[in-house]
């Protein structure tokens, strides 16, 4: 195995990005904790302190809108990795399929990534079997999925599934289909 790639640069799109750089928005997002979670704090906390050494460019926008633009300006050299983790539960039925439709237009030109962490409700052009989402017992079971496109062929896949704030994650194997 070699070297994992190199991230060339790495952009989120939110209609009210936080930036945690700024104490004051820092402490508006610690503030959405719910109380007595302490151990919650302590992983938001290092998490902002990771995101704030190198931190990302935030763009404000609409992922239904805004996606495919940022995923076409970037350089052919560079293979873009859109992902989303618990935000396609917030974007309509219609928007999210905007944006695969979106994405699979540009997956027909050029290699791309669409990595999910998401309810399968809200990720259906995944095709989660029954079988991986029956179960758990122990939260709202969220899959982890791969939409891929390399020389115009597009892969779909369902790696894992997992408890929704990474508590447990189960490793699934032969869920996959090409189209």
Wanted: proline share 9%; glycine share 8%; charged share 20%.
């Amino acid at each position: 195995m070699g070297p994992p790639p190199v991230v060339a640069a790495r952009t989120g799109v939110d209609p009210s990005p936080v930036d945690i750089t700024d104490p004051v928005q820092r402490r508006w997002l610690q503030a959405c904790i719910w109380p007595g979670m302490p151990q919650r704090r302590a992983l938001l906390d290092a998490a902002m302190d990771l995101v704030a050494r190198t931190p990302p460019s935030l763009v404000r926008g609409d992922a239904v809108t805004d996606v495919a633009p940022l995923v076409r300006a970037q350089p052919d050299e560079v293979v873009p990795v859109v992902v989303s983790t618990w935000a396609m539960a917030y974007i309509s039925a219609a928007g999210r399929q905007s944006i695969v439709d979106a994405l699979d237009e540009i997956g027909a030109d050029r290699d791309l990534s669409l990595v999910t962490l998401e309810e399968p409700r809200f990720t259906p052009w995944l095709g989660v079997p029954e079988a991986v989402v029956a179960g758990s017992g122990d939260g709202t079971v969220t899959v982890l999925g791969l939409r891929s496109w390399r020389n115009g062929q597009c892969t779909t896949r369902v790696l894992a599934r997992c408890h929704p704030h990474g508590r447990w994650m189960q490793w699934l194997a032969g869920h996959g289909t090409s189209t």
